[in-house]
Nanobody, 131 residues
Framework: QVQLVESGGGSVQAGGSLRLSCTAS????????MGWFRQAPGKERERVAA???????SYADSVKGRFTISKDAAKNTLYLQMNSLKPEDTAMYYC?????????????????????????WGQGTQVTVSS
């Protein structure tokens, strides 16, 4: 059973920073593609950032230069450092995982941009940015 536990959300003023954490079991961390998603009220869930096992990363255009995704293998934890936060970043943030190899047979995690492609989700952590 894959379990993802997010933490680190909260309320900040515009321009502030938050760091989200997603902790998984060791097997999940090493055998799954993982990513950070967000969903604002009335909007579709979108992938914010994702890492691949070869060191590449992918970011949504709206967060490039402000958000940084990183991994701590020793702690089986995925982080999302969010700087220069804007009110439009307000959303529920989710960590997601999909086992590799992917249903297509690919091993490239950055190919998974659609939330429907991920099988496992955390409970989410709320981020609220006030102006």
């Amino acid at each position: 059973q894959v379990q993802l536990v997010e933490s680190g959300g909260g309320s900040v003023q515009a321009g502030g920073s938050l760091r989200l954490s997603c902790t998984a079991s060791a097997s999940t961390y090493s055998n799954n593609c993982m990513g950070w998603f967000r969903q604002a009220p009335g909007k579709e869930r979108e992938r914010v950032a994702a890492p691949d096992f070869d060191g590449r990363t992918s970011y949504a255009d709206s967060v490039k230069g402000r958000f940084t995704i990183s991994k701590d293998a020793a702690k089986n934890t995925l982080y999302l450092q969010m700087n220069s936060l804007k009110p439009e970043d307000t959303a529920m943030y989710y960590c997601a995982a999909e086992p590799r190899p992917l249903p297509s047979g690919s091993w490239w995690c950055l190919d998974l941009s659609d939330p429907i492609e991920y099988s496992y989700w955390g409970q989410g952590t709320q981020v609220t940015v006030s102006s």
